[in-house]
């Protein structure tokens, strides 16, 4: 459900959500980014109205696979 249809008091600003915290988890992905598969995805997300938003987060990758996605991209940009 879309935050703009929950109702979530202490960060409502009028009858917007202001802010909201969030987490997802990779589920697909290709070249690079099959690398992400599983990853917990958290952060925090602040409507700034207009269809603009600041979403900041993290995730917490194994090195392994941090060093298998930048080897990834160096090998992709040589060409």
């Known amino acids: 459900?879309?935050?703009?249809?929950?109702?979530?008091?202490?960060?409502?600003l009028g009858d917007k959500v202001g802010?909201?915290?969030?987490?997802?988890?990779i589920i697909a992905g290709a070249?690079?980014?099959k690398y992400l598969?599983?990853?917990k995805m958290r952060g925090v997300y602040y409507?700034?109205?207009?269809?603009?938003?600041?979403?900041?987060?993290?995730a917490?990758?194994?090195?392994?696979n941090?060093?298998?996605i930048d080897g990834y991209i160096h090998k992709k940009n040589k060409n």
């Open 1 to 12: 459900m879309p935050t703009t249809e929950k109702e979530i008091k202490g960060n409502m």
């Open 19 to 25: 802010t909201s915290v969030a987490s997802f988890q």
């Open 66 to 68: 941090f060093k298998k």
């Open 47 to 58: 409507s700034m109205g207009d269809g603009h938003f600041i979403w900041k987060g993290g």
């Open 37 to 39: 598969l599983g990853i």
């Open 60 to 64: 917490t990758i194994p090195d392994d």
């Open 31 to 33: 070249g690079p980014w």
